[in-house]
């Protein structure tokens, strides 16, 4: 009786053990993937594409509005916000930044700390290094509520 008991109580926390040890390794965590490619190195050449983020004329825009890029190349964007107001620059599918322009919706000040996204106080500057590793039609674009809504989205063609 002694040992039905002891193993009732041990199982349980073997058990919870496991589960602790099977999440560290989860998907998302240290291993995430990204669909317009992945992180470039900054050590290494790459194209500099200036992308100006700004307001006006009751529109939101970037500037250029659609760049052209062949699959492998690396990119260095250098991304500034020249308006009035915070932007984001936002790299994914169209897909994927409406979705989480949605959860945008629910959490307006969510801070973004991936590779593929940035938010800028007016004024400021920074830049982003990528490789597309995949063809397609990509986008970039702001998602704080309201941006998207007043023409704040911008293309990627990977041929």
């Known amino acids: 009786m002694r040992i039905l008991h002891l193993g009732v ?15 560290a390794g989860a ?4 291993h995430e993937t990204f669909s317009a490619g ?12 200036h992308v100006t ?7 939101m825009m970037y500037i250029p509005e659609n760049v052209e ?21 936002i790299l994914a599918t169209t897909e994927e930044n409406l979705k989480h322009a949605e959860e945008m919706k629910k959490n307006p000040e969510m801070e973004h700390d991936d590779p593929n ?11 982003i290094v990528w490789k597309f590793t995949k063809a397609g039609t990509f986008e970039y674009g702001c998602l704080i509520p309201g ?9 990627v063609i990977v041929k």
Do not use: W
């Open 53 to 59: 983020m700004r307001e006006g004329d009751g529109k």
């Open 9 to 23: 109580l041990c199982f349980p926390m073997l058990f919870a053990a496991g589960l602790a040890f099977a999440g």
């Open 147 to 155: 941006h998207r809504e007043a023409g704040m989205t911008g293309k």
């Open 69 to 89: 890029v062949r699959q492998g190349e690396q990119i260095k964007f250098v991304i500034r916000n020249n308006g009035e107001l915070d932007h984001e620059f």
């Open 117 to 127: 996204a940035i938010r800028l106080a007016p004024k400021k500057a920074r830049e």
């Open 38 to 49: 992945e992180p470039g190195n900054p050590k290494k050449p790459s194209r500099i594409v």
């Open 27 to 30: 998907p998302g965590h240290g």
